[in-house]
């Protein structure tokens, strides 16, 4: 069965620059969330986003932005990354805002 | 301050035996129950949820029960196999659709033959 799938895996930036991650839902699924793993830490969440209006809102900095676009998929705007940004973002997917979650296998950013 | 918990950063069983794993949170707010499994360098995999109406469910090897007044739930895997040495996350949601969630620091269950 078709996953989530992110882009790029792994990105590597210098303090400053700006990223752009990507996100495509599993099909029909009309629901995106990102969150941020820091090292050693539990994933924590950033945005989400249901039939391309945002939904609901975590601890997404400033400096970061989010949509969602008319097939679904998502793109998570990062601006001004600091060292703190180093993590691994994941996407997750599912139908109408109901649970479960499904998540992709994140891509790594590292910021030198 | 970390709304859910799990205060077992590792555990160790032995193959064929049964692997609990414990969740702790303290939002009362909190009304669905999430588990998920997670290999290095993947994401996580959904295996079992609870709503707070329920008290146990159930799928194949994997069992999740809930304590809704000591806000305590627990992960039974039985037979315990090889294949399930992973890290293993706790998650909660309030349900109000499209919510985040909100994540315990996981256990690091590994399956001794």
């Known amino acids: 069965a078709a996953g989530v799938i992110q882009s790029p895996r792994h990105l590597i930036k210098e303090k400053r620059e700006t990223a752009t991650l990507k996100c495509y839902p599993i099909p029909r699924h009309d629901t995106v969330y990102w969150y941020q793993q820091g090292p050693g830490q539990d994933p924590q969440f950033l945005i989400s986003f249901y039939e391309k209006m945002q939904s609901d809102k975590g601890s997404i900095p400033d400096r970061f932005s989010a949509q969602q676009f008319s097939d679904y998929h998502s793109e998570l705007n990062m601006s001004s990354l600091e060292l703190g940004d180093s993590a691994l973002y994941f996407c997750?997917?599912?139908?109408?805002?109901?649970?479960?979650?499904?998540f992709g296998d994140g891509t790594r950013l590292s910021i030198l | 301050d970390q709304q859910v918990k799990q205060n077992s950063p590792s555990l160790s069983v032995q193959e064929g035996r049964i692997s609990i794993l414990n969740c702790d949170y303290t939002n009362s707010m909190f009304d669905y129950f999430l588990w998920y499994k997670k290999y290095p360098a993947e994401g996580p995999t959904f295996l079992i949820s609870i709503s707070s109406i329920k008290d146990k469910n159930e799928d194949g090897r994997f069992t999740v029960f809930l304590n809704k007044s000591a806000k305590h739930l627990s992960l039974h895997i039985v037979p315990s196999q090889p294949g399930d040495s992973a890290v293993y996350f706790c998650a909660a949601s309030d349900l109000g659709g499209a919510d985040g969630l909100t994540f315990g620091k996981g256990t690091h269950l590994i399956i001794q033959p």
């Open positions: 997750a997917s599912s139908f109408e805002g109901q649970q479960p979650q499904h």
